[in-house]
């Protein structure tokens, strides 16, 4: 009987406690889902966010208010890879732009030149071959700028060690037959054994770029003298007695399309190529003077590197 009523006494008390203990579970475990959802409500909006990211709305970004410490960093670091993704973008977009705006005249000339052999029967070759190679150049150019304007690009210059003095004495003996073929002259004076950072063909053809600019723009003697600098580096300089370019102008001359005569035959690149390349090295390239005008590039000695990349410049 005591067993009973004992048993009864504690299986009321236990349906009580339930009563009371169920709907404190059943609060608990609302307030522990809104708080969730509270707590990842940033989260949610980040991911939203990320999810309208792309080409059409290239600068969107994560929102970082609100988000939990411990998801702070990878948030930084994607917003950070974000921007490096939509420079990249640009550029490819800038160089779009510029390849069909560049292209346009030359292969508007190349169409009239065909359809008027078309309509004469008689086809001048000459004259088509010229508009090629003019358009081949062009090509060629925006690609070697496309290439020096990519991330890896730095990295390739700042691993390779180039043979100063050897590539500029190639560079000059290309351009002799040009500058033969213009009645002019041209003086080197280049030390020996100069090594600098940088990849070989690349600083090369930044090097022709400048002699052509002054084949091409300049006037008189060209002067090509290689020596080194106060500031543990090395110094070409390469100058013309051509009027040169106002002090005003200058730093324009860099610029992509930018042209010292805007209907000369050449495209506007070379320059632009060539300091893209400088820089990339680790130099840099300027005009120092108008009158003569003298165009500098300033490399980086090869000291660190030359006992791992010497053959490369073999």
Same mark, same amino acid.
């Given at each position: 009987?005591? @067993? !009973? *009523?004992?048993?009864s006494?504690?299986?009321?008390?236990?349906?009580?406690?339930?009563? *009371?203990?169920?709907?404190?579970?059943?609060?608990?475990?609302?307030?522990i889902?809104?708080?969730?959802?509270?707590?990842?409500?940033?989260?949610?909006?980040?991911?939203?966010?990320?999810?309208?990211?792309g080409? %059409?709305?290239?600068?969107?970004?994560?929102?970082?208010?609100?988000?939990?410490?411990?998801?702070?960093?990878?948030? @930084?670091?994607?917003?950070? &890879?974000?921007?490096?993704?939509?420079?990249?973008?640009?550029?490819?977009?800038r160089?779009?732009?510029?390849?069909?705006?560049?292209?346009?005249?030359? $292969?508007?000339? $190349?169409?009239?030149?065909?359809?008027? !052999?078309?309509?004469?029967?008689?086809?001048?070759?000459?004259?088509?071959?010229? !508009?090629?190679?003019?358009?081949?150049?062009?090509?060629n150019? $925006?690609?070697?700028?496309a290439?020096?304007?990519?991330?890896?690009?730095?990295?390739?210059? +700042?691993? !390779?060690?180039?043979a100063?003095?050897?590539?500029? /004495?190639?560079?000059?003996?290309?351009?002799?037959?040009?500058?033969?073929?213009? %009645? /002019?002259?041209?003086? =080197?004076?280049?030390?020996?054994? =100069?090594?600098?950072? &940088?990849?070989?063909?690349?600083?090369?053809?930044?090097?022709?770029?400048?002699?052509?600019?002054?084949?091409? #723009?300049?006037? %008189?003697?060209?002067?090509?003298?290689?020596?080194? +600098?106060? #500031?543990?580096?090395?110094?070409?300089?390469?100058?013309?007695?051509?009027? %040169?370019?106002?002090?005003c102008?200058?730093?324009?001359?860099?610029?992509?399309?930018?042209?010292?005569?805007? #209907?000369?035959?050449?495209?506007?690149?070379? $320059?632009?190529?060539?300091?893209?390349?400088?820089?990339?090295?680790?130099?840099?390239?300027?005009?120092?003077?108008?009158?003569?005008?003298? =165009?500098?590039?300033?490399?980086?000695?090869? /000291?660190?590197?030359?006992?791992?990349?010497?053959?490369?410049?073999?």
């Amino acid at each position: 009987m005591e @067993r !009973s *009523i004992i048993g009864s006494l504690l299986q009321a008390r236990l349906l009580r406690g339930l009563m *009371i203990f169920l709907p404190m579970c059943l609060l608990a475990a609302y307030l522990i889902r809104w708080l969730l959802n509270w707590t990842l409500q940033p989260i949610k909006q980040a991911a939203k966010v990320s999810t309208e990211i792309g080409p %059409g709305q290239p600068d969107l970004r994560i929102p970082l208010d609100g988000l939990p410490r411990e998801i702070l960093p990878l948030a @930084r670091a994607a917003n950070l &890879g974000l921007d490096r993704l939509a420079d990249a973008f640009e550029t490819e977009k800038r160089i779009v732009a510029d390849a069909a705006h560049e292209l346009r005249t030359p $292969l508007t000339v $190349l169409d009239l030149r065909l359809q008027k !052999s078309r309509g004469d029967n008689v086809t001048d070759w000459p004259a088509i071959e010229h !508009s090629m190679q003019q358009i081949r150049r062009l090509v060629n150019q $925006l690609l070697a700028l496309a290439q020096q304007e990519q991330p890896f690009a730095k990295l390739q210059q +700042s691993n !390779s060690v180039t043979a100063l003095s050897r590539i500029t /004495r190639e560079a000059v003996a290309l351009t002799i037959p040009m500058i033969e073929a213009q %009645g /002019r002259d041209i003086q =080197v004076n280049i030390e020996d054994a =100069v090594e600098v950072q &940088g990849e070989p063909s690349l600083l090369m053809d930044a090097i022709r770029n400048v002699l052509d600019n002054a084949l091409m #723009h300049g006037t %008189g003697t060209i002067r090509v003298s290689l020596t080194q +600098s106060p #500031h543990e580096g090395w110094t070409l300089d390469i100058a013309d007695e051509g009027p %040169g370019v106002p002090l005003c102008q200058q730093e324009e001359m860099f610029t992509r399309f930018r042209k010292g005569r805007q #209907h000369s035959n050449g495209s506007g690149l070379g $320059l632009a190529i060539a300091r893209q390349t400088v820089l990339n090295a680790g130099g840099n390239i300027r005009f120092i003077s108008q009158s003569p005008c003298v =165009v500098r590039i300033e490399l980086v000695i090869a /000291r660190a590197l030359t006992a791992q990349c010497h053959p490369q410049s073999a």
